[in-house]
Structure formats: structure tokens, C-alpha cells
T-cell receptor
Framework: SQELEQSPQSLIVQEGKNLTINCTSSKTLYGLYWYKQKYGEGLIFLMMLQKGGEEKSHEKITAKLDEKKQQSSLHITASQPSHAGIYLCGADSYNNNDMRFGAGTRLTVKP | ETGVTQTPRHLVMGMTNKKSLKCEQHLGHNAMYWYKQSAKKPLELMFVYSLEERVENNSVPSRFSPECPNSSHLFLHLHTLQPEDSALYLC??????????????FGSGTRLTVV
């Protein structure tokens, strides 16, 4: 099965600082998804990356996919308290019957 | 609102109780999923229904029983649960066969506590 390792597990930053979260897959990536979750809530879709070298942005959040390294990074510029939450990466499996997820990165932004 | 509605939001049940979780989607998707989220663990896929047929069961204990009467509704029937089954149960939907360019759409979850 697909194994996704996220780092760091948790992150505390001062408001206004930049940060990066990484997601590394043990298997070939066919589609890499980033989600955000507030505590006790469902996952909100942020963006999807499919092609090597692809980069997408949503407001101040940018995600990149390095297909060769089977890795994706999520970068937040000038963090705000509204960015706080748990960020999870997910990946389609080869047979497309399900999506597997990393354990998540808990982000705290201090005002 | 994401278009996927889960009820109830919170549930406390004894180990001898029988209860059901409900999920409903209004997005025209034809695949639905149950995931379990425990503290500090990755989401665990429990069941997949595609075109109303179960296509995957990840060795989930028989005390969890899914039901998908149509493409818009998904249930998770619970009986004789254990305290370690306490978790957030998430329902998701998608077009069958892929996460697509928009990924899965998740409900807000049911926080289950087994006492």
C-alpha cells in the first residue's frame, strides 16, 4: 500500500513567517493532494498535483511536486493565524480505488 | 458546507449498544468512502463503495458493517464496539475510479466515543 511520510509532525511559527511542509511517498505518485483540516472537522481540499515539476498556488499557499523524488512540498508565505490547522497529503493508489494519507502536520501560528 | 453531510456530529455509546452513522452527498458522485481518524495516526480507509458495490474492505472488524443503498447515501452500522474504536469517522465521496482534479470531498465527521 502507499506510504506517505509527512514532516514535520508539528510546527509552531510566528505570524508573518514562511514555512514548508513536506510529503514523501514510498511509491510512484499518480496524483498528490493537499488538504487542510481544522481540529475535529473534515478535510478541505486545497490543491492537486499530477505532473512532475508542477506548481500550484492558492492565496498564500504554494505546492510543488518533484516526481523523481516522489515528494511534494507545501509552502506558506507570510503565515497568518487563519492558516493554523492540520495539513495532510493524500495520494491516489495505482488501481484508483482509494486514496491514502499521511499522518498530517499540525501547524500553529502565534499572533 | 462541502456537499457531504454526516450525522450525528457526536456520538457516545456503550459497548453493548447498536448505532448507525449516516452520510449523504449531493454532488452527483458515484463513489463513497468511510475513513477512521485516530489521534496521531494516518487516516485509515475502512470501506469503499463504487457504483453502489463494495470494492474494498481493509480487514475491518465485523463489528463495523457498511451499507450503501444508493449512490447518495452511506451508512456505517456499529455494534459491540470497543473503547479503542473511539475516533473521528469521516465519510468522503468522489467520481468513481479517481480522486480527479478536485480530490475527494469530505464530510465534517462523526466524533465517536465508546464508553
Amino acid at each position: 500500500s502507499q506510504e506517505l511520510e509527512q514532516s514535520p509532525q508539528s510546527l509552531i511559527v510566528q505570524e508573518g513567517k514562511n514555512l514548508t511542509i513536506n510529503c514523501t511517498s514510498s511509491k510512484t505518485l499518480y496524483g498528490l493532494y493537499w488538504y487542510k483540516q481544522k481540529y475535529g472537522e473534515g478535510l478541505i481540499f486545497l490543491m492537486m498535483l499530477q505532473k512532475g515539476g508542477e506548481e500550484k498556488s492558492h492565496e498564500k499557499i504554494t505546492a510543488k511536486l518533484d516526481e523523481k523524488k516522489q515528494q511534494s512540498s507545501l509552502h506558506i508565505t507570510a503565515s497568518q493565524p487563519s492558516h493554523a490547522g492540520i495539513y495532510l497529503c493524500g495520494a491516489d493508489s495505482y488501481n484508483n480505488n482509494d486514496m491514502r494519507f499521511g499522518a498530517g502536520t499540525r501547524l500553529t501560528v502565534k499572533p | 458546507e462541502t456537499g457531504v453531510t454526516q450525522t450525528p456530529r457526536h456520538l457516545v455509546m456503550g459497548m453493548t449498544n447498536k448505532k448507525s452513522l449516516k452520510c449523504e452527498q449531493h454532488l452527483g458522485h458515484n463513489a463513497m468512502y468511510w475513513y477512521k481518524q485516530s489521534a496521531k495516526k494516518p487516516l485509515e480507509l475502512m470501506f469503499v463503495y463504487s457504483l453502489e458495490e463494495r470494492v474494498e474492505n481493509n480487514s475491518v472488524p465485523s463489528r463495523f458493517s457498511p451499507e450503501c443503498p444508493n449512490s447518495s447515501h452511506l451508512f456505517l452500522h456499529l455494534h459491540t464496539l470497543q473503547p479503542e474504536d473511539s475516533a473521528l469517522y469521516l465519510c468522503a465521496s468522489s467520481q468513481a475510479g479517481t480522486g480527479g482534479i478536485y480530490g475527494y470531498t469530505f464530510g465534517s465527521g462523526t466524533r465517536l466515543t465508546v464508553v
